[in-house]
Structures are given as C-alpha cells and as structure tokens.
C-alpha cells in the first residue's frame, strides 16, 4: 500500500493541465478582509513556474466579496436578507481581483482572461459546449484563464453554492489532469485538529472512501463559504472524470510545485474510476428537476444491462420538469441509482407510466421516443 500511494503522488509529475482553486481566506488578510499581497506573489509566481515547466493553469478564484467588503469597509452581509448588497460587493471586488491578476501575471510575461459563469451556463448543453470551446482556445493560445462565479447576477438557484464545487465543474469541463484546492485547510485530518489532538493528517486516500464522510467535518467560516465536507464533494465529482485532487494549504504557494514533485504534504485524493465521456460528464453535473420512481425490472435492465427506461417500468412521478430536462431514476426505497434527460415532461409521463410504448400516441396523442430516458442521455449514479 506505503508503495501505490509513493507511486500515486509520483504520477502528478505528469500533470500538464492543472485546475488550480484559491478560497478568500487564502487571498485576503484575516484583519481587513484587503488583499494579502504577498501570498498573492507567491501564487501568481508558482503559477510561472508551472508555465515554465509546460504546464497548462486553468485558476478558479475566489476573493471577489471579500474584497469588495474590504474596499467598502463593511461586514459580509447574510445571503437571505442582504443578496443585492453581496451581489454589489461582488461587482465591486471582482474588477480590482482581475487588476491585480492581470498586473502580476504581467511581470512573467503572461496574459490572463476572465470567464464569469453560474450554473445555468454549466446545465444547459449549448451554453456548456460554448465554455469549454472558449477555454480550450485560451490554453492553447498560452492564455492564463481566470474564472469565478458570476456573483453579481446569481441568485441561489443558479448558484455553484461554493468555489469548491465550481473548481470540480471546470476540471470537468476543461478534461484537466488534475484539481488543486488551495485553502485554509492544509489536508484531511481523521478528525477536526482544532478540537481533537489525536486526528492524524491523510497523505493519500481514494476519492470515494466511505470513511472520508466521517473525517470529513464542516468548517466554513467568516471569509469563504466552503468547508472540509465541500472539498471533499468536490474531489468526489472530478473522481467521476478520473481526476485526481490535491488538497493543500494555500498560504504556502510552494506546496504546489512539491507536491506535484512526489512529496507527501496535504492531502492526495486520487480516482480509481476511468473518465467518462463528456457527455456522460455533463450529465453527471446536472441538477435534476424532477424524480422519476422505477420498478425493479426496470431498475436492473437500466443499471445491469444499459438500458433505456421504458414507460412500462414507471411507478411514480415526483417534481415539475419539461421535455429535455435532468430527472432522477430511484427505485421503490427511493435510492437514486442513475440521472437523465427525459423525454416528456412530467404529465405526459404520468399519463403513460405502466403501459407499453406502443401505447404512447394513442394516449397523448403524439409520439416522441418510444423510451422515457434513453440510454445515450443516462448516467448511473449509485
């Protein structure tokens, strides 16, 4: 084992396109919520020397609220009661953040760009496609992309909810070979370290371990919106695509170029999985707008043999949903096994769950798909 995860760390070598993510607390200074220059540099100068190496950085920033509350000298406002208030710190802090990224990039010789999205633009298929054009041109053309919620114009429904679960979007998104987390959580602990003196730091671990749901423990506090829990959420969705995820501590930039080095510091979360597709990927990021409840024939037709879902093998329809929109399948229990597109929209499925296919016009009077999932449009889940 001491020899797979020796070999495990030594495979990041090999890493030319890195996702790399930095939380507030990593950019600002704890006292003023301003700017922390220094550890600033030092990113944007590790960020030179994996460019110099050949290495492709695609970095997903955080600091934009934070700053903005720094310049106006105010306290984070609460999301629920004062969302305008963020939204304009947000649009406030984000230009003086790209300022800074621009000028310091500079000075290595290197341009950035900047690419604002929300989750709406990472669910509609179209929308989604458009993004990952647009970052596969800008790595190509040596351009340094920086991306960050569009917190100006996002609401909580079209929200990532944290720059941990965005970071995981874009190595989805970007085919990324690895994912970087750079916080104020330096590794994964078998327990919270500020309260238990016993708690061992993990050096490697699989992305998909039932026992980091126990390490796991939520510290979020006044500067970013993650925790231990989102990070991990996080590494466990890049596992999907077989990206690998580092977790380290931010405010030492020179972890990175270590860790990528082979030595044991912070936390390697690696994937045992192959990639999927990126259509499979996509579907896997989606939000699901509805659940669709399957019987048993159905559920081990669609998860033993690959199998489209049929209306014959419906049970039930929970949820509001349209045509070409995500839904869950779940069984009888209620355990979500797979995620799709549907065919129909909920009421249409209602009408024909239970009946063959052959049966569909007679009863809507049109026919779209003899199925209500296909098989190309599915993922499995559980």
Not at 220 to 240: E, H, L, Q, Y
Request: hydrophobic content about 40%.
């Amino acid at each position: 084992m001491e020899q797979e995860n020796e070999s495990r760390r030594q495979s990041l070598s090999k890493s030319r396109l890195i996702v790399l993510k930095i939380g507030s607390a990593v950019l600002t200074r704890s006292s003023d919520k301003s700017l922390d220059r220094g550890v600033f540099c030092r990113i944007v100068e590790m960020v030179a020397q994996l460019r110099a190496e050949g290495r492709d950085v695609v970095i997903v920033t955080s600091g934009a609220v934070a700053l903005g509350r720094g310049v106006m000298g105010c306290e984070r406002p609460d999301r629920k009661k004062s969302l305008p208030t963020l939204q304009a710190l947000a649009a406030i802090g984000q230009s003086l953040l790209m300022d800074d990224y621009e000028r310091e990039l500079g000075y290595y010789n290197l341009r950035c760009a900047q690419l604002l999205l929300t989750r709406a633009d990472l669910e509609d298929r179209t929308r989604y496609s458009n993004a990952r054009r647009t970052l596969e041109t800008l790595i190509k053309m040596g351009v340094v992309p920086i991306i960050n919620e569009n917190d100006a114009v996002t609401c909580d429904q079209i929200r990532f909810g944290d720059n941990d679960t965005l970071s995981a979007r874009v190595a989805v998104l970007c085919k990324a070979d690895l994912l970087i987390i750079m916080s104020d959580i330096d590794a994964v602990y078998t327990g919270n370290p500020k309260r238990d003196p016993t708690a061992v730091r993990i050096d490697t671990i699989d992305a998909g371990d039932a026992r980091l749901d126990t390490y796991a423990q939520d510290s979020s506090g006044d500067v970013g919106t993650g925790g231990m829990i989102t990070k991990v959420a996080a590494a466990r969705m890049a596992a999907k695509m077989g990206i690998a995820t580092l977790l380290l501590e931010g405010k030492r930039p020179k972890l990175v170029p270590q860790a990528i080095a082979g030595h044991e510091v912070g936390t390697l979360l690696y994937s045992t999985e192959h990639r999927q597709t990126t259509h499979k990927a996509w579907l896997e990021s989606l939000s699901s707008k509805g659940r669709i409840i399957c019987d048993a024939g159905a559920r081990q037709a669609i998860t033993g043999q690959g199998s489209s879902l049929l209306p014959k093998g419906i049970v039930s329809v929970e949820g509001r949903f349209d045509e070409g929109e995500a839904v869950e399948l779940a069984d009888a229990s209620g355990r979500v096994f797979a995620r799709g597109l549907a065919q129909y929209n909920d009421d249409d499925i209602r009408r024909i769950s239970g009946h063959h296919s052959d049966e569909i016009e007679s009863i809507l009077g049109i026919h779209v798909s003899d199925v209500i999932v296909h098989r190309n449009d599915l993922v499995l889940t559980d």
